[in-house]
């Protein structure tokens, strides 16, 4: 947990967003000013006791948009990304309900389609060719030599690791792989995938 004493920044506009925050105790003001606000300035809208905050830019990777100062000492606890993505790492099942949550929450969509991963794919792989087996393409993401996963299936690390390749973001990585993972077991089949 983190203490903030009154007038304290919890979080501050154009940071990186590497944490999320979760009010125990106190209530805060957002304030949208470009500038760091004071004290009198005028409140966008206050956060109580029990919200949650600074999810946008943890999930997006983009830079905070708002400063968030305490109003009266004020606990938070604080989920640090690094946490998140060894939740992942370590349960892959939680991703999808993770995002879709998230997704529901703010309307998040994924920057990047199908199509464009698809493109990627071709261009990154060329030998690939959708009437042949896509060898390359299995030999890098399921082909079970990594002792992983067993063959034929697609982890979410072997599939971060594609995306990632072929310079998918983050964000869309795990929106994208939300709406592919439906079963929500952490793992896809290649051809689930393929067939994308």
Known sequence: DKVFLPADFIVRRG?????????R?????????????????????QIAKGSYFGEVALLTGQLRTAWI???N??????????????IMADDPTCIVS????????????????????RKRIKK???????????SELWEFVCSGVDGLAPAGVI????????MSRIQV?????????????TDKNGFVTFDEFVDR
């Open 15 to 23: 940071e990186v967003g590497s944490e999320m925050f979760f009010l």
């Open 25 to 45: 105790d106190g209530y805060a003001a957002v304030f949208l000013t470009s500038n760091a606000p004071h004290w009198n300035s005028r409140e966008h809208h």
């Open 69 to 71: 100062m305490a109003r």
């Open 73 to 86: 000492y004020c606990v938070c606890s604080v989920l640090h990304q690094t946490a998140i993505d060894t």
């Open 98 to 117: 993770l995002i879709k949550n998230f997704q529901d929450q703010l309307g998040l969509q994924a920057k990047t389609t199908w199509l464009e991963v």
């Open 124 to 134: 990154d792989f060329p030998d690939n060719d959708e009437d042949e087996e896509w």
């Open 155 to 162: 982890t979410w690390t072997r599939y971060q690791l594609l």
């Open 169 to 181: 973001g983050g964000l869309d990585q795990k929106l994208l792989w939300a709406l592919l993972d």
